[in-house]
């Protein structure tokens, strides 16, 4: 399993962003797939997952309303749109093979891309 992302940045609140992940070793079409998040000194956040046909999503609380997953299957790719983004949303993002309301193993975690929010 790779996971590439990338798209992180400094960004203001309520500035967007978003976050893509390049997939590849597996089988990207048949697998959910996940964000997930890790601020410093906090443990993994599960953020939002994703079904094998992008028809169904899933996300915490507190990222509702703001944040989009999708997938691209043609191109093996998973994206993340980050809308209204707030200080808390500061994190390694990390997206991940499998999972569904639910934080995967890390070991099907990519090496991760960090999201700034501050003015």
């Known amino acids: 399993v790779q996971l590439e992302e990338s798209g992180g940045a400094v960004v203001q609140p309520g500035g967007s962003l978003r976050l893509s992940c390049a997939a590849s070793?597996?089988?990207?079409?048949?697998?959910?797939m996940t964000w997930v998040r890790q601020a410093p000194g906090k443990g993994p956040e599960w953020v939002s997952s994703i079904d094998f046909s992008g028809r169904a999503t899933v996300y915490t609380d507190s990222v509702k309303g703001r944040f989009t997953i999708s997938r691209d299957n043609a191109e093996k790719k998973l994206y993340l749109q980050m809308s209204d983004l707030k200080p808390e949303d500061s994190a390694m993002y990390y997206c991940a093979k499998g999972g569904w309301g639910t934080a995967p193993t890390r070991v099907n975690w990519g090496q991760g891309t960090q999201v700034t929010v501050s003015s």
């Open positions: 070793g597996f089988s990207f079409s048949t697998n959910l």
